[in-house]
C-alpha cells in the first residue's frame, strides 16, 4: 500500500501504525478489547483500535451533555463560523482522508476523495443553514397576541453509520447537528473504525483551537453492543442510524420504546426502467456506474434493470459488453473501476445471491466469480455479475449488497414498469431513462415511483448533499443531508405572546371569574 502514499496518509491523520500501539483520537475512551481493521484491499493490518467498554461510554456521555449545556448557548451562526473552519480542515486532509476511505472501505481512489467532497459540501451547505433556522410567524385568532414558532437545540445525537460510506454520512449528520446546536456521539462501522478516528482528530483541532469543550463531537468505537448502549439510553435525544433493514428495525423499535426520536436511512433495492424511448448511450453509464460503482455497496447501487421488451436485446447487448471493459483491481490505482468487497463475509453473500437466482430460475448473462492471484490475495475481489430474472424471486427482492445486477423484462406501457419498480420492500432510489414526457411525469407523479428518491435520465445513486437524502417503506423514511433535513436535529417550540391587559382565551371559550 506504500506505493500509493500511504504511510504518510495515515501518519497525517493521526493514525498509528500496527508497531506503534493503537490509535487514539481526542474524546475517544477506550479501554475494552482490540479491535483490527483489516484492509479489503491487500488483507493487510492496518492498525488497532480499542472498543469502548460501558464505562468508557458513560464517560463519553457525561462529556457530551457536559459539552450541550454550553454550546447551545453559543449562537447558531458562530456555530456556523465552527463548521466552516471544519470544511477548511476537510480540504487540506481531502487527499489523506480519500486515500484512508480508499484503503480501509476498499471503494476507488476517486469514489474516496468524492465521499470527503461530499463531507465538504455539507459544511458548506451547513454554514449557510446557520442563519436560516426559521420557524414561521402565524396570526394569533386573539386580540393583541403574537404567535410564532422557534427551533431549539435538541441534545446529543447519536449516530451510527456504515461501512460503506465511512466518513461522509457522519457529515451529514453532524455538521448540520453542531449548527443546530447539538453534540454528537459517533459510532462508526467496527469495519472502518480507523476512518473515525481520523476524522475526530480532525475536529478535534476545530474544536481546539476554538477553546470548545471537547464533548461537542464524540467517537466510541465497536459493534452493535456498543450502539445498543446509545439505542437505550434516554439521554440520547436522536438516533440517526444507516445500515441494514435488519439493523433499522431493531433501532426503531429499541428508541420507540423510549420514545426517542429516530432518522432512519435503510436497504434500498433501486432499480433503473428503460423504456423504449430511452437513450441507449445514458442509460449504460447510468446503469454500470450504479451497479459496479463501489462494487454495489451503495444503499443506491443499482440492483434491478427494468427494460421495455423492445429494447431489451439491445440494452442487454450494450451493457453486456459495457462490463467486459471492467477492470477489477486495487481501487487506488485509479486505472482500475472496481475495487474489493469490504469483506469475505461479503463476498460469500454475492456467491450466495449469485446460486440462489440460478435456483430460482434465472439466467446468468455475465458470470460472477470470485478472484484470486495476484493482487487479489484479500479474497474480497469479485467480477460483476448480471443475471436475468423476475422480480418475484425472493434474491430479487433482497439487497445484496454486491455487484449483482438484475434483468427485468417489461411490456406494454410504463405503468407495468412502475408497478415492478414498486414491487419491492424498500423504497430508497429509482430512476427512468426515456425522452418521453408523459413517461417521465408519470414516473415522478403520485402514482409514479414510491422511492424517497426518483431520477429521470440519470442513474440511482450518486444523490448531491442539497437535497434530502432518504427513503420510504423499508428504507426508514428517514430524511438526511440537504432540504429541510436540519429540522430533525431540533426541538421546535410553538410561543404565543399576550402584550394586552386582557386574558381572552382561544376557542372564544368564556370563563369569567
Ligand atoms: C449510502 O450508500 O449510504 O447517493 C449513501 C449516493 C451517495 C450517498 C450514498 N451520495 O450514492
Not at 446557520?130 to 404567535?147: A, C, K, N, Y
Not at 440460478?358 to 492471484?373: C, D, F, M, R, T
Request: glycine share 12%; aromatic share 8%.
Amino acid at each position: 500500500a506504500d506505493q500509493f502514499g500511504m504511510k504518510e496518509a495515515l501518519a497525517q491523520l493521526g493514525i498509528k501504525s500496527i508497531n506503534e500501539g493503537t490509535s487514539t483520537g481526542v474524546n475517544y475512551f477506550s479501554n475494552g478489547e482490540n479491535l483490527e481493521s483489516f484492509s479489503p484491499v491487500d488483507g493487510q493490518l492496518i492498525a488497532t483500535v480499542k472498543i469502548s467498554t460501558a464505562a468508557d461510554y458513560e464517560k463519553v456521555l457525561q462529556t457530551a451533555a457536559e459539552a450541550f449545556k454550553t454550546f447551545r448557548l453559543m449562537p447558531a451562526p458562530q456555530r456556523g463560523e465552527i463548521v466552516r473552519q471544519f470544511g477548511e480542515k476537510l480540504r487540506k486532509n481531502k487527499e489523506a482522508l480519500g486515500k484512508l476511505v480508499s484503503y480501509e472501505m476498499g471503494k476507488s481512489l476517486q469514489e474516496g476523495y468524492g465521499e470527503v467532497q461530499e463531507m465538504i459540501d455539507i459544511c458548506d451547505f451547513a454554514v449557510g443553514l446557520s442563519r436560516q433556522l426559521h420557524g414561521l410567524t402565524m396570526h394569533s385568532e386573539r386580540p393583541e397576541h403574537r404567535m410564532y414558532e422557534q427551533y431549539h437545540p435538541l441534545g446529543v445525537v447519536g449516530i451510527i453509520s456504515a461501512f460503506n460510506f465511512p466518513v461522509a454520512v457522519w457529515a451529514w449528520n453532524t455538521a448540520l447537528a453542531w449548527i443546530c446546536g447539538d453534540v454528537c456521539v459517533w459510532k462508526p462501522s467496527e469495519k472502518t473504525p480507523l476512518c473515525g478516528i481520523a476524522c475526530q482528530n480532525i475536529i478535534a483541532e476545530v474544536i481546539k483551537e476554538n477553546n470548545l469543550p471537547e464533548g461537542i463531537s464524540c467517537l466510541i468505537n465497536g459493534d452493535y453492543k456498543v450502539g445498543e448502549m446509545m439505542t437505550n439510553d434516554k439521554r440520547v435525544a436522536l438516533i440517526s442510524a444507516t445500515g441494514s433493514t435488519r439493523m433499522g428495525k431493531i433501532v426503531a423499535q429499541t428508541v420507540a420504546g423510549r420514545l426517542g426520536r429516530s432518522l432512519l436511512e435503510l436497504g434500498g433495492n433501486n432499480a433503473i426502467i428503460v423504456t423504449p424511448d430511452a437513450d441507449i448511450k445514458m442509460t449504460v453509464i447510468g446503469a454500470v456506474f450504479g451497479a459496479v460503482g463501489t462494487a454495489g455497496q451503495r444503499c443506491t447501487s443499482t440492483r434491478r434493470l427494468i427494460i421495455h421488451e423492445s429494447i431489451y436485446d439491445t440494452v442487454k447487448e450494450a451493457i453486456v459488453s459495457a462490463y467486459k471493459q471492467l477492470r477489477i483491481g486495487n481501487p487506488l490505482d485509479e486505472n482500475n473501476h472496481v475495487g474489493p468487497l469490504i469483506d469475505t463475509h461479503a463476498v460469500e453473500m454475492y456467491t450466495k445471491a449469485l446460486e440462489k437466482v440460478v435456483a430460482e430460475g434465472g439466467k446468468i448473462l455475465v458470470e460472477g466469480g470470485v478472484l484470486s492471484g495476484e493482487g487479489y490475495e484479500s479474497g474480497c475481489y469479485v467480477k460483476p455479475a448480471i443475471a436475468e430474472a423476475d422480480n418475484d424471486f425472493k434474491i430479487v427482492q433482497h439487497e445484496t449488497f454486491a455487484p449483482v445486477l438484475y434483468f427485468l423484462k417489461y411490456s406494454g406501457t410504463v405503468e407495468n414498469a412502475i408497478a415492478i419498480q414498486n414491487g419491492v420492500a424498500q423504497g430508497l432510489s429509482s430512476a427512468i431513462m426515456t425522452n418521453n414526457l408523459r413517461e417521465a411525469e408519470l414516473f415522478l407523479s403520485a402514482v409514479g415511483s414510491d422511492c424517497g428518491i426518483a431520477n429521470v435520465n440519470i442513474g440511482t445513486s450518486g444523490a448531491e448533499i442539497g437535497g434530502a437524502f432518504g427513503g420510504e417503506k423499508e428504507t426508514g423514511g428517514g430524511r438526511e443531508s440537504g432540504s429541510d433535513a436540519w429540522k430533525v436535529y431540533m426541538r421546535r417550540q410553538t410561543n404565543t405572546i399576550n402584550y394586552g391587559t386582557q386574558l381572552p382565551l382561544a376557542q372564544g371559550i368564556k370563563f369569567d371569574l
